[in-house]
């Protein structure tokens, strides 16, 4: 099974609207991290958040973990129609081999 | 360019065929890993490899065999292809926890479909 599951599996927001995701896990970790993926194309890291820390920003990213709750989301603000992707959540274990977990994604659709 | 390159692209395979997905990184990275992406899904480790010698299984690991002789290259090799083995394999490679930068660099991906 998935170590992340994403919350909700879909959503559908106006141009200029925010975005929130949510990402729950199992396990202790090292780190969060969240990717993006345009359809048919590959990964692309967005941002990461390590366990001592509660909140990280990039750009108009904004990413909290709450390692009490094992819990995170990612806001995207001012969306944008370019921000259409899947947004997947990935978790860092803390065993020496540090797997990178994956959830099951979130489907953004932002409408002109 | 520095990255992680996997070919083919696109394959196409019948029931019980072999094929070897390759995949090379230019970065030094000690650690790759395998993982699939069926539609709708995120991504399943295969395997992974921590350095040159040594590899381990992740957590679908069934159906698919993993060496890595040398620190640039980590091939999948499916012995026996089946339907069910129909995905998107992305390979990906990272930098070591200590770095300051840390992180993951993933490959554009292998579509496979097996009829």
């Known amino acids: 099974s998935q170590q992340g599951e994403e919350d909700p599996q879909a959503l559908s927001i106006q141009e200029g609207e925010n975005a929130t995701m949510n990402c729950s896990y199992k396990?202790?970790?090292?780190?969060l991290q969240w990717y993006r993926q345009n359809s048919g194309r590959g990964l692309v890291h967005l941002i990461l958040?390590?366990?001592?820390?509660r909140e990280k920003h990039s750009g108009r990213l904004r990413v909290t973990l709450d390692t009490s709750k094992k819990s995170s989301s990612l806001l995207i603000t001012a969306s944008r129609a370019a921000d259409t992707a899947s947004y997947f959540c990935?978790?860092?274990?803390?065993?020496?081999?540090?797997?990178?977990?994956f959830g099951s994604g979130t489907r953004l659709l932002v409408r002109p | 360019n520095a990255g992680v390159t996997q070919t083919p692209k696109f394959q196409v395979l019948k029931t019980g065929q072999s094929m070897t997905l390759q995949c090379a990184q230019d970065?030094?990275?000690?650690?790759m890993s395998w993982y699939r992406q069926d539609p709708g899904m995120g991504l399943r480790l295969i395997h992974y490899s921590v350095g040159a010698g040594i590899t381990d299984q992740g957590e679908v690991p069934n159906g698919y065999n993993v060496s890595r002789s040398t620190t640039e290259d980590f091939p999948l090799r499916l012995l026996s292809a089946a339907p069910s083995q129909t995905s998107v394999y992305f390979c990906?490679?990272?930098?070591?926890?200590?770095?300051?930068?840390?992180?993951?660099?993933f490959g554009s991906g292998t579509r496979l479909t097996v009829v």
């Open positions: 970065m030094n990275h000690e650690y």
């Open positions: 958040i390590r366990s001592n820390e």
């Open positions: 396990t202790s970790i090292n780190n």
């Open positions: 990935a978790t860092d274990g803390w065993d020496s081999s540090y797997k990178l977990i």
């Open positions: 990906a490679s990272r930098t070591e926890p200590r770095d300051s930068n840390y992180g993951y660099t």
